[in-house]
């Protein structure tokens, strides 16, 4: 018998929770366009408000993208 695990990301989830689970996320959201995310304190200041459509519609970033992209790597995407 073979498990597969499913790593879901929450939509309503603060981008700083989503990489503390899945650290692996910091570096395919900057590939999306989220820059910021590596600079240093920003996951841990703003990250702890911000969520992936909050911080898609200030970027200007499409949520059909972030959703394939994400998909893309594994990420089963919820809301």
Do not use: W
Request: net charge positive.
């Amino acid at each position: 018998m073979i498990l597969v695990t499913t790593r879901q990301i929450d939509l309503t989830r603060s981008v700083h929770s989503l990489c503390q689970e899945y650290p692996e996320l910091v570096g395919a959201l900057e590939a999306l366009g989220f820059n910021e995310i590596t600079k240093p304190g920003m996951l841990g200041t703003v990250g702890r408000i911000m969520t992936i459509p909050k911080g898609a519609a200030m970027r200007g970033i499409s949520m059909d993208d972030i959703r394939a992209t994400l998909l893309a790597k594994g990420f089963q995407v919820t809301l």
